[in-house]
């Protein structure tokens, strides 16, 4: 049997909890990291119809608003 002091006991089980918290931990942290998608353009649109702002995620050439469902002109801004 492997006699341990009790401090050594209670050092081992300080590192091992906070292995159990830190290495789950980072391993997310990186995994979030490579996740990001790359920067896309979004355009900020004005319904010509309603006047409600949307966003254009896609970046369409003709956008739709989602509110009226109306076709508006692009806009240069
Ligand atoms: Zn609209």
């Not at 990001?36 to 608003?65: G, M, N, Q, W």
Request: with cysteine.
């Amino acid at each position: 049997m492997i006699q341990v002091s009790l401090e050594s006991a209670i050092t081992l089980y300080f590192v091992i909890t906070t292995l159990m918290i830190a290495l789950p931990w980072v391993y997310f942290l990186l995994l979030k990291k490579k996740r990001t998608k790359p920067f896309s353009p979004v355009k900020l649109h004005r319904c010509e119809y309603c006047l409600s702002s949307f966003l254009d995620a896609e970046a369409r050439k003709i956008p739709r608003c989602p509110t009226c469902g109306s076709y508006n002109t692009p806009s240069n801004s």
